[in-house]
């Protein structure tokens, strides 16, 4: 009989934590998922799953990512009720949105201990048995932030890419074990981390301050791009390739817009992906905003509204070269055209 591998997944209460331990579990995993609320999480789970309230296949763990002493109980628990696990996700994650200048220290300290100081003493807490045993895929859930900075989530993107770098480094330090590291570089999917009004949510925003003009523009861009979120279980495709990963290092994408970006960041120079983001977020021109800015005329508007708006045909190209090109890609050409084919319909509709 086949060894039945375990994986630990952080966050698993909603979102593509709960949609991975959801797939997980019924494609045989043993699925530790931990949470700061596992009672009313693994709850929700057993209902997701059918499992049993006596299942040994699912069960939870209390984890709070920003207490040192939960993280060490926490990693206690795990290596007694499955010894070395086969996988590690560190999907927990937080968000806000506010210009650097508008975010607090508190809202950086939390953001880092989410994103990074929590899951490296995590990880340092079970690599020693993880090493004993020899096996074992530590996979990184990162995001368009971590690839290149996103303006509006700095606290965020600084966050995500300092874990991408932890990864890399620590790669190399661990492959002599037999152990291995995915970055798994996520799109958009619909899930409460993106959703800036949903009760709580921390915004910084401050509406009538020097930033106000950038902050409508991205607003109505933003819940305009928030249509076409994947759900969460089309996430969980990529986890699983990242989960069968075999190479010390591996980075790949979880979704289409994911890895257009990873492509662009690898061929395009940084100046012109600044100006992407720039044009696509609505962001004026370097110096717009001075009080001694001169206004733009009528043409160079035209030309900004033009950059901030792909027509469907180059939209369809650079998602069949995106798609075609991407680090980890398993489709074919026909299969990328079919695919911008189909987001060209899409703008059609919209």
Partial sequence: MAEVRTVVITG???????????????EGWRVVAAMRSPDQGVALLRDATGADHDDGRLVGVRLDL?????????????????????????NAGIASIGMSEELDRDLW???????????????????????????????????????????????????????ERWGESMATEISPFGLGVTVLVAGAYDTDIIDDRAPGYPDYRIWDGPYSPIHHTMDVRGHFAMRFARPPTAFTDGLVKALNDRAPFRRRSAGPD???????????????MHHMARAVMGIPRHGALRSDAPQLTTPQRLMVRAMGSLPPPVMNRLIVLATWLAPNRSSSPSAANGLGQQAQRTERQG
């Fill in 66 to 90: 920003m207490n040192e002493e939960s993280i060490a109980a926490a990693a206690e628990q795990i290596e007694a009720l499955v010894g070395a696990p086969h996988a590690l996700v560190h």
């Fill in 258 to 272: 994911a890895a257009m970006l990873m492509v662009f960041n690898r061929v395009l120079p940084s100046a012109a």
């Fill in 109 to 163: 300290s939390s953001m880092l201990a989410t994103h990074l100081t929590g899951p490296v003493a995590l990880t340092k807490a079970l690599l020693p048995v993880m090493r004993a045993a020899g096996r074992g895929r530590i996979v990184l859930v990162s995001s368009a932030g971590g690839v290149r900075g996103q303006p509006g989530i700095a606290a965020y993107s600084a966050a995500k890419g300092a874990l």
């Fill in 12 to 26: 698993a209460s909603r979102g593509l934590g709960f949609a991975s331990a959801v797939r997980l579990y019924n």
